[in-house]
């Protein structure tokens, strides 16, 4: 198996009322998060959050509907996940994204990834999720949402 690009995105998945869909990892229990996974190839990272959004829940959204927030974070990859990197590689660059769907819906899980999925608001995610990227990125959610 390659390596894993240590480029990535960080997909909020959110409704009108900004409601948000949080995934719980199988790798660890309580690990909350959005939707997260790395660029392959030379994708371009707006398909990369298209790729895992279908993935990872099985929701298949088009490009338009995805909205690139134009920020991106480096953070310390965990020491459990850096098997998947090259040698000597320990920060990953993180590419924020969202799309907001009209009503919370069921999701399929990528099992082998995740164990089971809320949705919750925003101000509870934010407290749920264990990534600090991504509890910021949800802390910024509805001032994004009103532009």
């Known amino acids: 198996m390659p390596h894993k690009q240590p480029v990535s995105i960080l997909l909020i998945i959110h409704t009108p009322e900004l409601d948000v869909l949080l995934l719980e990892r199988n790798d660890f229990t309580d690990a909350w998060q959005s939707v997260t996974g790395s660029r392959e190839g030379e994708e371009p990272l707006i ?17 338009a509907q995805i909205k690139d927030w134009h920020e991106c974070h480096d953070f310390e990859i965990f020491e459990i996940w850096r098997h998947r990197y090259a040698p000597g590689v320990t920060t990953n660059t993180e590419h924020v994204f969202s799309v907001c769907l009209p009503l919370a819906c069921e999701v399929e899980l990528a099992a082998k990834e995740h164990r089971r999925f809320k ?29």
Request: charged share 25%; proline share 4%.
């Open 47 to 63: 398909e990369t959050a298209q790729r895992e959004l279908a993935e990872e829940t099985g929701l298949r959204v088009e490009l």
């Open 119 to 147: 949705w919750v608001n925003w101000q509870q995610a934010a407290e749920m999720v264990f990534s600090p990227s991504n509890a910021e990125a949800l802390r910024q959610l509805p001032e994004r949402v009103a532009h």
